[in-house]
């Protein structure tokens, strides 16, 4: 029997997505094909939710080598409470050499818009996302075979992405393990007007593979997840969908500012909106850019000072709402609504400048909760700030930027003053 360890420079000791536990599956099905030999889990665990809740595991258990006590375990919850989901909308024809467009000697390269040209119908577009996957398997059976690691590269440089259809991979590579990386996967798509925004997407089928994020929740659970996650004064992402009149889960993401709880009340939540999302010295370089900018395209200083002005370096609004529950999504109890919340998550970020040690301004790249944490502490909103920290600093022992750079901000705007 192979496993993960044979494959990985990291060996995994649990599967935390779904999107894991269909690369294993696959992996297993070119091993018999490629190697002669079969692949197994039953040497790792499977996340609780993902051993009941995805609908991966439910492929998995009849072609997969795994922990029979994890079979069972699944097994039981379908016969209490069937899922009733379509296993035939994942991939599962055989993956050749022919299919890629080009093989160089250290990368595998796909194209779907290869196939489509050559009116080729083994890819279907609706499982697709799945196809990767077993590609990407594929991929690393013949490093295993070749001993070597081979990049597996996607280039549909001429195709905008259809929704979903990069989930699954963006799961493998944002989510879990992190088993997809720049130096085993690379992928080229034409985002010119795109509509659909993969990132949302991948982050919506992970949480549909824990087994949230698959239908309306009701009033009393969008309460109790509220109270539950938050307190008043808490820092939260406020999402609003790109139409405000459709309820669709897949509609885009057309902003996400910082929001403050700022009451949970019995019928509802209020919640206080900061659309700024800049620090003061970082909204004093954004306004000047933009100053600049203007000044390059014919307009002339009086002109573009007409819509920027020195006013708006130091302008920071807010906004407070009232949201029923019935119009909110709280987190992962969120399926169509048209505004939501969510716990601040580590990945993605901002730059902001500041002043460092030396007394020079520099830029900086920030993640999400340190750019939560110093737009708020800079403006001085009033705001849960140590709770924060033990939130999304103290687990990772770390310290905000905004904390570490303080004593350097209060001597700029000393000099400022004088």
């Known amino acids: 029997m192979l496993h993960f360890s044979d494959f990985l420079d990291k060996p995994i000791k649990k599967i935390k997505t779904g999107s894991e536990l269909l690369l294993a599956t696959y992996l297993d099905q070119h091993c018999a094909a490629l190697l002669k030999e079969r692949f197994s889990i039953a040497d790792v665990s499977i996340e609780q939710h993902v051993l009941e809740k995805s609908i991966e595991m439910l492929y998995a258990i009849p072609r997969l080598d795994m922990k029979p006590e994890q079979r069972d375990i699944r097994l039981a919850i379908e016969q209490k409470n069937p899922t009733n989901c379509r296993l035939d909308l994942f991939f599962s024809a055989g993956i050749a050499q022919e299919d890629f467009k080009s093989i160089t000697s250290d990368t595998y390269t796909f194209s779907f818009e290869d196939h489509l040209h050559r009116g080729k119908t083994k890819f279907y577009d609706y499982m697709l996302s799945s196809a990767y996957i077993s590609l990407f398997a594929y991929v690393m059976v013949q490093g295993y075979l070749q001993k070597k690691k081979f990049v597996f590269a996607i280039d549909n440089s001429r195709l905008r992405p259809r929704d979903g259809v990069y989930s699954y991979l963006y ?31 991948a982050f919506r089928e992970y949480q549909n593979q824990q087994g949230y994020m698959k239908k309306p929740s009701s009033r009393n659970l969008k309460h109790q997840a509220c109270r539950s996650l938050w307190r008043v004064g808490d820092a939260v992402l406020f999402y609003t969908r790109a139409d405000s009149r459709a309820r669709k889960p897949d509609t885009p993401i057309a902003r996400c500012v910082i929001g403050v709880i700022r009451d949970i009340l019995e019928d509802g939540v209020k919640i206080e909106k900061y659309v700024n999302i800049n620090t003061r010295l970082s909204l004093i370089h954004d306004i000047d850019e933009k100053m600049a900018i203007m000044g390059t395209h014919g307009y002339s200083r009086s002109s573009s000072r007409s819509v920027y002005t020195e006013a708006d370096k130091v302008k920071f609004e807010s906004f407070t709402s009232f949201y029923s529950w019935e119009d909110i999504g709280i987190d992962v109890a969120t399926y169509d609504e048209t505004v939501f919340i969510l716990r601040v998550f580590q990945e993605d970020g901002t730059y902001q400048w500041f002043t460092n040690e030396e007394g020079k301004e520099v830029k900086m790249w920030l993640s999400t909760p340190d750019t939560i944490y110093a737009v708020l502490s800079d403006w001085g909103v009033n705001f849960n700030a140590d709770r924060f920290k033990a939130l999304y600093f103290a ?24």
């Open 171 to 201: 799961v493998l590579r944002d989510y879990g393990n992190h088993i997809l990386d720049e130096k085993n996967f690379s992928l080229v798509f034409d985002s010119a007007d795109m509509i659909c925004q993969p990132d949302f997407l």
């Open 395 to 418: 687990p990772y022992k770390k310290v905000p930027v905004w904390d570490a750079l303080k004593p350097y901000q209060k001597a700029r705007k000393s000099r400022e003053r004088k």
